[in-house]
Structures are given as structure tokens and as C-alpha cells.
């Protein structure tokens, strides 16, 4: 299929969306994607492999689901012929790793920097990670000491 001399493949979308928890990430992406869309999430993967919910990982399981991951990352990175858009959501806190990822597939980048502060209450309105308040601090607090900026960002402060 050509549109205006390109292939279909040329015209395939790929966006990788970044963020600490909390952001939105999820929330950005459902709200932009499309039916028939590929949409790669790790919590997903954690929901399809154990059955509970996106934010019980237990850790003898990481390994297949970062598995099925990278796969998927690897197989968009050679075909997306058959995907009109795919969205990969990640951390990616390290300009160089979102850079990596972003090159490999051939995406935009959209970082969501969004506050701290805003993270947490998105967290405590959470029924299923609420109760978990203060680990998710920590690991909010180390995504922002390791967090180096690069791309143009999509702020949601």
C-alpha cells in the first residue's frame, strides 16, 4: 500500500512514553490510542502472566515478563507492518536508555515529568496502590534523582 510514494511501513507510528509512577503514563495513552493499536505496558504483561492486578509483581515472575517485553520490543523493531500505531510505555528515567528504546523502534518520545507531589496523589486515589503509599514514594523519589532530561516533554504540571 503507498501513500504519496511512501509504504505503509513509512507511515507506521510509534511513540515511547516515559514517566515516573504516577504520571499519567497509562492514562496518556489510553486516551490516544486507537482500536487495532499495539500497546506494550509491563504492568499488563505482570496482569497476563499472574492473573493479579497491575501492581502485584511478584519478583520470581520479572524475569518472563521482561521476556515477553523485550520480545515484543524486538519484533516491533523489525516488522510493524501490520500495526497502524504502537505506544511502549516505560520509566526510562536515563536520557540515554529512552534514547536507546526510542532509536531501536523508531518512536517519538513523550516524557511525562510530572511533579512529585502530583504522582502521589494520583497514587493515593488508587484503591490498588494506596495502600502501598510509601514504596511507591521511594521509588517515585529515585525515578526523580535518576531522571535526565532530553526530549521536548509533555508536562503534566
Known amino acids: 500500500m503507498k501513500a504519496q510514494g511512501k509504504t505503509y511501513k513509512d507511515l507506521v507510528d510509534c511513540v515511547l512514553v516515559c514517566g515516573p509512577p504516577g504520571a499519567g503514563k497509562t492514562t496518556y495513552v489510553r486516551d490516544r490510542a486507537q482500536h487495532g493499536d499495539l500497546i506494550l505496558d509491563l504492568d499488563r504483561i505482570f496482569v497476563a ?59 517519538k518520545v513523550v516524557v511525562l515529568d510530572t511533579d512529585p507531589i502530583v504522582c502521589l496523589k494520583h497514587i493515593a486515589n488508587d484503591p490498588l496502590r494506596a495502600s502501598r503509599r510509601k514504596q511507591w514514594e521511594e521509588i517515585i523519589k529515585k525515578w526523580w534523582t535518576d531522571y535526565e532530561p532530553g526530549e521536548l516533554n509533555a508536562s503534566t504540571r
Open 49 to 107: 502472566l499472574t492473573g493479579l492486578n497491575k501492581y502485584d509483581k511478584p519478583n520470581n515472575i520479572l524475569p518472563y515478563a521482561l521476556t515477553a517485553y523485550d520480545d515484543v520490543v524486538s519484533h516491533l523493531s523489525r516488522d510493524k507492518s501490520n500495526i497502524k500505531c504502537s505506544w511502549v510505555i516505560s520509566c526510562s528515567p536515563k536520557k540515554q536508555q529512552r534514547e536507546e528504546l526510542a532509536n531501536l523502534l523508531g518512536a
